[in-house]
């Protein structure tokens, strides 16, 4: 399976961007989609996930400000970051998991986009 996202760049703080990520491949299902991101000298961390039920957890920090939606009938998964500080710059990661047709039998899957880069500038 593989992930495209999109939707990154340059922003003032305070401003807004959206981050798409689509998935593609033999797809049977997705469980749950997300967003990580990593700051340089920093570990990749949780940013929001959002499961095909619709039910959301979000780190503390982006709480209130980032918004995470998904399209399962595109296989899409979307960021919607508000109120943007320079701590929010990073490369942002679309992750999801599920499930993908298989021989002999289905298997289950992780996968992990590109990455896109978000920037914010005081």
């Known amino acids: 399976v593989q992930l495209q996202a999109s939707g990154g760049g340059l922003v003032q703080a305070g401003g807004s961007l959206r981050l798409s990520c689509a998935a593609s491949g033999s797809i049977f299902s997705i469980n749950r989609m997300g967003w990580y991101r990593q700051a340089p000298g920093k570990q990749r961390e949780l940013v929001a996930t959002?499961?095909?039920?619709?039910?959301?957890n979000y780190a503390e920090s982006t709480k209130g400000r980032f918004t995470i939606s998904r399209d399962n009938a595109k296989a899409t998964v979307y960021l919607q970051m508000n109120s943007l500080k320079p701590e929010d710059t990073a490369v942002y990661y679309c992750n999801a998991q599920g499930t993908e047709y298989g021989r002999p039998s289905d298997t289950k899957f992780e996968s992990y986009g590109q990455g896109t880069q978000v920037t914010v500038s005081s």
């Open positions: 959002i499961t095909s039920a619709g039910n959301t």
